[in-house]
């Protein structure tokens, strides 16, 4: 009872032909499904940015996807359009089980701040309210699942130590973006943090 499920934006834009497709994305969704119903507790979590969000490259003209720019909050990496309200590329997966889920937790959904992690914004300041909410339900230990290993799951994972949960990473239930060695770097992250990886 004091344990939860976290999937990380399992969508369809992160999926092979999607608009920022993560490669083998498409195959958390067995082992994801699988897991479920070892957990009182799911939650999934969907990015879901407005067409004007600022994480995207073509919001910034003249500049490539996959470049950084500095943000009133830090550095912040441009990504090709996705995830737009609405649209079939913010939907899950079409195989992704749903229906055990009692929360869906969207985030990213404000223009002027991308949101990575589960539960902070990228300001690192403002809540997404997830902390409350498995806080208010005696929630302790937490599994992280989904895409992308190195972003979304990673911040999730670091933001959830930092907070006092314990946090298990199951990397063969995740897939990565790997941009400039970002796998790497957020995988020694996370181990330094105290993430156990399944
Ligand atoms: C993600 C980049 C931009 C993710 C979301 O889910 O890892 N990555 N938006
Ligand atoms: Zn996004």
Same mark, same amino acid.
């Given at each position: 009872m004091t344990e939860a499920l976290i999937v990380i934006d399992v969508q369809n834009d992160f999926?092979? $032909?999607?608009?920022?497709p993560v490669t083998g $994305?498409? /195959?958390v969704v067995a082992p994801i499904n699988a897991l479920? &119903?070892? =957990?009182d507790t799911v939650v999934l979590t969907q990015d879901w940015h407005p067409a &004007?969000?600022?994480?995207? @490259? !073509?919001?910034?003209?003249g500049a490539q996807a996959f470049t950084e720019i500095a943000m009133p909050y830090g550095p912040q990496t441009l990504w090709p359009a996705?995830?737009? /309200?609405?649209t079939k590329g913010a939907? =899950?997966? @079409? +195989?992704?089980?749903? &229906?055990?889920?009692?929360l869906i937790l969207r985030k +990213? =959904?404000? !223009?002027a701040v991308d949101s990575y992690s589960a539960f902070f914004e990228n300001d690192k300041?403002?809540?997404? +309210?997830l902390e409350f909410y498995l806080r208010g339900r005696g929630i302790t230990r937490l599994t992280l699942v989904g895409l992308a290993t190195d972003y979304c799951v990673a911040f999730s994972a670091l933001d959830a130590r930092a907070l006092g949960f314990d946090v298990t990473v199951l990397p063969q239930a995740c897939r990565a973006?790997?941009? @400039?060695g970002s796998l790497a770097r957020q995988m020694q992250a996370m181990a330094d943090a105290g993430v156990v990886f399944g």
């Open positions: 999926c092979p $032909g999607g608009d920022l $994305g498409d /195959q479920m &119903d070892r =957990f &004007d969000h600022s994480s995207f @490259a !073509a919001n910034h003209p996705h995830c737009v /309200q609405g939907e =899950f997966h @079409a +195989g992704l089980r749903t &229906d055990p889920a009692q +990213g =959904f404000r !223009a300041t403002t809540p997404t +309210g973006i790997d941009l @400039a």
